[in-house]
């Protein structure tokens, strides 16, 4: 069973900077098709960002255009999203997620769904003004 585990979260001031991790486990292929999702209180889950590192595919919404990255080390077998300029409309509890690396036909469809079969617990960010 993929297991992920996300790290990083903390509180930050408007305009500061956070890199969130992500451990992947017992994922058995080469490429990572993940994301990142966050929730805020109140309001419904988002993606935030996604990638497929088997041609380096990435997609952002348009709230974290320019300011978010996501990037993976495929041998380490950790995801990450670089979090600059932070706001506090950015406040949430933010989760990794992942789905079966089967290849980018796949991948697109899940990206283009949003639905992706696995979820790490979520590690929380929290932006003051």
């Known amino acids: 069973q993929v297991q992920l585990q996300e790290s990083g979260g903390g509180s930050v001031q408007a305009g500061g900077s956070l890199r969130l991790s992500c451990v992947v486990s017992?994922?058995?292929?080469?490429?990572?098709?993940m994301g990142w999702f966050r929730q805020a209180p109140g309001k419904e889950r988002e993606r935030v960002a996604h990638i497929w590192t088997g041609d380096g595919t990435t997609i952002y919404d348009d709230s974290v255009k320019g300011r978010f990255t996501i990037s993976a080390d495929n041998a380490k077998r950790i995801l990450y999203l670089q979090m600059n300029r932070l706001k506090p409309e950015d406040t949430a509890m933010y989760h990794c997620v992942a789905d079966e690396g089967f290849g980018g036909d796949y991948c697109r469809v899940v990206a283009r769904s949003r639905d992706y079969t696995y979820w790490g617990r979520g590690t929380q960010v929290t932006v003051s003004s």
């Open positions: 017992a994922y058995t292929y080469d490429d990572f098709c």
